[in-house]
Nanobody, 120 residues
Framework: QVQLVESGGGSVQAGGSLRLSCAAS?????MGWFRQASGKEREKVAT????????DYNDSVKGRFTISHDNAKSTLYLQMNSLKPEDTAMYFC????????????????WGQGTQVTVSS
């Protein structure tokens, strides 16, 4: 079982920045950040293949957020700049350990989440 622990959330004003971290217990093939605002469905923010470092972003965060992964530390990051009130949500780190799951967008392991609140 892969364990994921998120950190770095907080409350900031619009236009501010935050960096989220997700420490993984071990090997992951792909990882991603997802978020869920109150009363909304969960949505993908960004994903990354930890081997190739290929990334994919939700259009709403392109140019503002950067996902990265440190293989040596088994840690995923999300640098969030130019934050907007609509970015307010619980952010979850997720991971899968196999090519097959990652290919199909199936994330089997999830962290407990870290809250990001952006005020106007």
């Amino acid at each position: 079982q892969v364990q994921l622990v998120e950190s770095g959330g907080g409350s900031v004003q619009a236009g501010g920045s935050l960096r989220l971290s997700c420490a993984a217990s071990g090997y992951t093939y792909c990882m991603g950040w997802f978020r869920q605002a109150s009363g909304k469905e969960r949505e993908k923010v960004a994903t990354i293949y930890t081997g190739t470092l290929s990334t994919d972003y939700n259009d709403s965060v392109k140019g503002r957020f950067t996902i990265s992964h440190d293989n040596a530390k088994s840690t995923l990051y999300l640098q969030m700049n130019s934050l907007k009130p609509e970015d307010t949500a619980m952010y979850f780190c997720a991971a899968s350990v196999s090519y097959t799951h990652c290919l199909n967008g199936r994330y089997n392991y999830w962290g407990q989440g870290t809250q990001v609140t952006v005020s106007s």
